[in-house]
């Protein structure tokens, strides 16, 4: 058995850390897509607008029921095929398109559930006072929901930050895909893998911390 090369783990620590903000980043502009995405199916499935109801649920149902890897591979080898204009799409842009739909599938049915918790006489309070359902919804029920909803869509962007590492069979170059590099160029796989499996492991952990603050201040604010 032979010992670590702990002179190596230490210098690829650098390099990897400097794909840190292109795998965030990453996140960071699916998850406002997803939230953004969601929040409307989430709306549309409370208020069951017909037709567009059937598609929303067929969206879901296959977003949810497909492996990630598969809908990546779909979007960035797949589709420009059939559609020629997507032949330029590179490698980050087919990661955040994918990421984008396939967590907004989970999150949609998390701000549905939040949404149906709030209170019927929420409602029926803003109806009394003039507020359209759409106001209703807008003003009221969503601020309370949000706050609901909150922590499971922290845990929902920890996800998606480790399922950035899939990113890398797309040809993107980001923490898994620049310790492949390295690994493949050092032959020194257990080092390169275990030293990019303690950075994810120490951002989720940062991510966490931040999560279980931020139900401490929701909790707070919901029992004053």
């Given at each position: 058995m032979r010992a670590l090369d702990v002179d190596y783990m230490l210098g690829l620590v650098s390099v990897i850390l400097g794909y840190v903000p292109l795998t965030i980043g990453m996140a960071l502009a699916a998850m406002v897509c997803a939230l953004l995405l969601a929040c409307l199916m989430a709306v549309e499935r409370v208020m069951r607008v017909?037709?567009?109801?059937?598609?929303?649920?067929?969206?879901i149902s296959f977003f949810r029921g497909t492996p990630l890897l598969v809908q990546l591979f779909l979007f960035y080898y797949g589709l420009p095929q059939i559609l020629p204009v997507l032949s330029g799409i590179n490698g980050v842009t087919a990661a955040i398109i994918g990421l984008t739909l396939h967590f907004s599938a989970y999150m949609a049915e998390s701000i549905r559930a939040a949404i149906?918790?709030?209170d019927r006489s929420q409602w029926e309070a803003a109806q009394a006072v003039g507020?359209?359902?759409a106001q209703s919804m807008r003003r009221i029920v969503l601020p309370q929901a949000a706050r609901v909803a909150a922590p499971t869509l922290v845990n929902y962007f920890i996800d998606m930050i480790k399922s950035t590492s899939l990113a890398f069979t797309l040809g993107v170059t980001e923490m898994m895909g620049a310790t492949q590099k390295e690994?493949?160029?050092?032959?020194?796989?257990?080092?390169?893998?275990?030293?990019?499996a303690v950075l994810?492991?120490?951002?989720?952990?940062?991510?966490?911390?931040?999560?279980?603050?931020?139900?401490?201040y929701l909790n707070k604010a919901i029992t004053r």
């Open positions: 017909p037709v567009l109801d059937q598609f929303v649920q067929l969206f149906l918790g709030v507020m359209t359902q690994a493949a160029g050092s032959f020194l796989y257990f080092e390169a893998f275990l030293v990019v994810y492991w120490a951002i989720v952990e940062t991510l966490s911390f931040l999560q279980k603050q931020l139900e401490r």
